[in-house]
């Protein structure tokens, strides 16, 4: 059996993000998790990790998701970053429709049931 290998990482802070963006992908994208913050050690880590990954930054729209953000545009400078709009503030809580419209338009493949958007609203 081949092994396949994961060439795309995407970097959230909680495990509610983790769990609600992993639903949405279609493809094979490892996520790492931050749980909000992320010490010296495991960046360093990371980094060294994933060294030739294709890396996509996803983070909350608030205080601390910006914080981190800065931190890991520093240690991950070809890092592509993805932005929710700014009403939903977090991953978590942002619909489904408007993560899946935000990863693929930095070309992560998603169920597409996703981009509909409900009617009910």
């Known amino acids: 059996m081949i092994e396949e290998k994961i060439e795309k990482v995407l970097i959230v802070e909680g495990k509610s993000d983790k769990r609600k963006v992993k639903s949405i992908v279609k493809e094979p994208v490892e996520i790492f998790c931050t749980n909000g913050t992320i010490s010296m050690t495991k960046l360093d880590e990371w980094i060294d990790l994933l060294f030739e990954k294709d890396v996509y930054i996803l983070v909350d729209s608030d205080?601390?998701?910006?914080?981190?953000?800065?931190?890991?545009?520093?240690?991950?400078?070809?890092?592509?970053?993805?932005?929710?709009?700014?009403?939903?503030?977090?991953?978590?809580?942002?619909?489904?429709?408007?993560?899946?419209?935000?990863?693929?338009?930095?070309n992560i493949d998603v169920h597409t049931h996703y981009l509909k958007k409900d009617d009910y609203f």
């Open 63 to 106: 205080e601390a998701g910006e914080k981190l953000r800065k931190l890991l545009k520093r240690e991950f400078p070809n890092a592509e970053h993805l932005y929710i709009d700014r009403m939903y503030r977090e991953v978590a809580t942002a619909p489904e429709h408007h993560l899946a419209t935000v990863l693929l338009g930095a």
